[in-house]
């Protein structure tokens, strides 16, 4: 069955960095969209970042557009999650989500429901 598994949350300063990783299995990587999404306390779960089955195509959300960077190695079939400039509103659960759909192409790559698979989620806490 598809599993996928989210690491690297933690703690961080306001200002500061970590890197997001998702481990995939179960599924062929390389044929996937993949995505980040978060989901803070009381509300809803919000995109963060997509990215097509090669990598030439990213997508963003606007709060963190300039500062994440999502990329993919297919060879290890893992998607990353660069997080530059933390600030404290970016404190969330993060999840790692998976399409065998090109969400792109109808402009729905930021939608929850095109994703049919996710994983468990990982903390992400940036103090002020």
């Known amino acids: 069955q598809v599993q996928l598994v989210e690491s690297g949350g933690g703690l961080v300063q306001a200002g500061g960095s970590l890197r997001l990783s998702c481990a995939a299995s179960?599924?062929?990587?390389?044929?996937?969209?993949m995505g980040w999404f978060r989901q803070a306390p009381g509300k809803k779960r919000e995109f963060v970042a997509a990215?097509?089955?090669?990598?030439?195509?990213?997508y963003y959300g606007d709060s963190v557009k300039g500062r994440f960077t999502i990329s993919r190695d297919n060879a290890k079939n893992t998607v990353y999650l660069q997080m530059n400039s933390l600030k404290p509103e970016d404190t969330a659960v993060y999840y790692c989500?998976?399409?065998?759909?090109?969400?792109?192409?109808?402009?729905?790559?930021?939608?929850?429901?095109?994703?049919?698979?996710w994983g468990q989620g990982t903390q992400v806490t940036v103090s002020s």
């Open positions: 989500a998976a399409t065998p759909l090109a969400p792109w192409r109808t402009g729905s790559a930021d939608e929850p429901g095109m994703y049919g698979y």
């Open positions: 179960g599924l062929t990587f390389s044929t996937y969209t």
């Open positions: 990215i097509s089955w090669s990598g030439g195509l990213t």
